[in-house]
């Protein structure tokens, strides 16, 4: 009888323990989907900020990386729907390889300033859809940066971090390494034909890593996105001075995908390859009707150039990117005989930074047999793909709609971040490019 009652105070004592962990859990789920609740990635905070972008000002495509100790600045720039002037502010945070923030204080990685107004904006001009367009480069005069490692860049309204507007990655790099590496198809018989396999080696003749397994680092991303980033290789070969990654069970191997699809709406009055309409609502606001997609998913491998999910903003017939660009509500659709019962697909792409969202969304329609989805995006040149997510699980899924090629081009970063002994941040000490076709 006694044994009975001490297996009953057992039970129930794991069913409080089980209770107050799934309050816990609760209430840190609904801190999470709180509007103002920061997070440490690409994100969005208000439905009124649309075409973030950030990059580094060489080039209208570069990254979001600079190089420390060179004049090298980085543009962040938005639009804000609601038009009119907002007193924008922006400020740095310094985070790990993981994207954590670190325990600095802002003076430990900060010099100048630790805030900023955003004071340079425009009115839309010539566009129906009003629009306000803000604008700051950095680092500056201002606000300049002590470390290297990962950044985030968060914009706040009226001087007040408890109302984010956006956050954005960006990183700062020093070259105290040297990666030498290639992209092949990968050595797994079973993943032969549709992923990517990268191989490299760091060399660190004039850098002391005395412990590479422990303090080394190595994140590798495709195409610039987070979303299906490799974390935590370790060398397979270690010599004097040198390190070696080359695995073939498929550690370092990328589904290939397939060349992003595009459309082209810079222009209204013409329709260029994959516009099927354009027309103005009852709202006064412009339509794009793209012609259906088709399916990819058996079909052969074609290279067709693309920018790897990119997009950039353009107008054919205004004369200020910026501020005379117009927005389009932008109808996708593809053919499909059935709903799937147990996930979604999704519109994807750089313009919702690689996010399922509900804007990227698609609906099933059993009308017209098929998914679709009306996304407002600003006139210019889009990149994108279809993605399926099912239920429960993280990853996206390319191959449903899109087919998996081991041939197709795409772009690799390979990030190396070093932990010195007696230091508590990841540097990020070396940075190379790679392509899966250019060598």
């Given at each position: 009888m ?5 297996k ?9 323990i089980l209770?107050?962990?799934?309050g816990?859990?609760?209430?840190q789920?609904?801190?999470?989907v ?6 440490y ?8 900020i649309?075409?973030v972008?950030?990059?580094?000002t060489s ?7 600079i190089?420390?100790?060179t ?15 907002k ?8 985070c790990?390889?993981?994207w ?6 802002q003076?430990?990685?900060?010099s100048?300033f630790f ?9 839309s001009t ?9 604008k700051?480069?950095f680092?500056?005069n ?8 990962n950044y985030i860049v968060?914009?706040y309204e009226n001087?007040?971090?408890?109302n984010?507007v956006?956050?954005k990655r960006f990183m700062?790099?020093q070259?105290l390494?040297?990666i ?9 018989a079973?993943?032969?034909f ?5 191989d ?9 890593l005395?412990n590479?397994?422990a ?5 590798i991303?495709q195409?610039?996105r987070?979303?299906?980033?490799i974390?935590?290789?370790?060398p ?8 070696t990654?080359?695995?073939d069970d498929?550690?370092n191997?990328f ?9 082209d709406?810079?222009s209204?009055?013409?329709?260029t390859q994959?516009?099927?309409k354009?027309?103005k609502?009852s709202?006064?606001l ?9 399916l990819r998913t058996?079909k052969?491998?074609?290279q ?6 990119e997009?950039y ?14 927005y389009?509500?932008?109808?996708f659709?593809?053919p499909?005989?059935n709903?799937?019962?147990d996930g979604?697909?999704?519109?994807n792409?750089k313009?919702s930074?690689?996010?399922?969202t509900k ?6 329609n059993s009308?017209?047999l098929?998914y ?8 210019g040149?889009y ?6 997510a ?6 996206q ?14 772009d690799y ?5 070093h ?9 990020l000490?070396g940075?190379?490019?790679l ?5």
């Open positions: 006694k044994l009975k009652s001490n009953i105070k057992y039970l129930l004592s794991l069913l409080l209770l107050l962990n799934i816990e859990i609760r209430a789920d609904d801190d999470y709180k509007d103002n609740f920061i997070r990635q690409d994100w969005v905070y208000q439905s009124n649309k075409t972008q950030l990059r580094e080039y209208e495509l570069a990254p979001a990386i190089e420390f100790g004049d090298q600045k980085l543009e962040l720039s938005f639009d804000d729907l609601d038009g009119g002037f007193n924008y502010n922006y400020t740095l945070i310094h790990d390889a993981a954590v923030p670190t325990d600095f204080v003076t430990e990685y900060l100048g805030e900023d107004n955003i004071s340079n904006y425009t009115y010539n566009t129906l859809q009003s629009y306000t367009h803000y700051v480069n680092p500056n201002n606000m300049n940066l002590s470390k290297t490692g968060l914009v001087n007040s971090k408890e984010p956006l956050s700062v790099y070259n390494v040297t030498t590496g290639n992209v092949h198809q990968a050595s797994s079973d993943e032969y549709n992923k990517q396999e990268v490299f080696t760091i060399y660190h003749t004039s850098y002391n005395s590479p397994f303090d080394l680092k190595i994140v991303t195409n610039n987070w979303d299906n980033a974390y935590g290789m370790k397979m070969f270690t010599k004097q001075s040198e390190l990654f080359d695995y498929g550690t191997c589904e290939g995908g397939n060349e992003f699809r595009n459309f709406d810079k209204l009055k013409f329709y994959y516009i099927q354009i027309y609502d709202s006064s412009y339509r794009v009707l793209l012609i259906p997609d088709e058996f052969r491998y074609m067709n150039p693309d920018l790897n999910g997009f903003i353009r107008t054919q017939e205004m004369d200020n990117n910026d501020n005379e660009a117009d389009c509500l932008v109808h659709f593809f499909y005989d709903p799937l019962a979604n697909f999704y519109v792409g313009f930074d690689w996010r399922l804007e990227n969304k698609m609906a099933y009308h017209k098929g679709e989805c009306d996304i407002y995006l600003k006139q040149f990149n994108y793909q279809y993605i399926y099912q239920d429960g699980k993280k990853t899924d390319v191959t449903t709609i899109e087919g998996n090629h081991w041939e197709t081009e795409n970063t390979i990030l190396v971040y932990r010195k002994i007696g230091t508590y941040y990841d540097q000490i940075v190379k490019k392509n899966s076709m250019r060598k």
